[in-house]
Nanobody, 121 residues
Framework: QVQLVESGGGLVQAEESLRLSCAAA????????MGWYRQAPGKQRELVAD???????NYAESVKGRFTISRDNAKNTVSIQMNSLKPEDTAVYYC???????????????WGQGTQVTVSS
């Protein structure tokens, strides 16, 4: 059993900052990519940023230069620092992790429950 537990969402004004964190817990053999997706009302879920176990990062064009993703492999955590937030960043943010629950198990994607980020203008 694996759980991803998110924290850090909330309501902020435009140009303010928020930090989201996510911890993976349970029977975990290894984690490949971890990261964040978001889904705004009426829109499809989209990638915000992800990071490999080696530290390679990938960002959506809309957040480059404003968001920074990081992870702690020893603690199975991933965080994203979101600066200069805009109203269009308003969405439910979901943590994900591509991981294996055993050495010989296939990699599967797990999701957190989502945390609301609301940016007012």
């Amino acid at each position: 059993q694996v759980q991803l537990v998110e924290s850090g969402g909330g309501l902020v004004q435009a140009e303010e900052s928020l930090r989201l964190s996510c911890a993976a817990a349970g029977t975990i053999a290894s984690i490949d990519a971890m990261g964040w997706y978001r889904q705004a009302p009426g829109k499809q879920r989209e990638l915000v940023a992800d990071i490999t176990s080696g530290g390679s990062t990938n960002y959506a064009e809309s957040v480059k230069g404003r968001f920074t993703i990081s992870r702690d492999n020893a603690k199975n955590t991933v965080s994203i620092q979101m600066n200069s937030l805009k109203p269009e960043d308003t969405a439910v943010y979901y943590c994900h992790a591509d991981l294996r629950t055993g050495r010989w198990m296939r990699t599967q994607t797990y999701w957190g429950q989502g945390t609301q980020v609301t940016v007012s203008s």
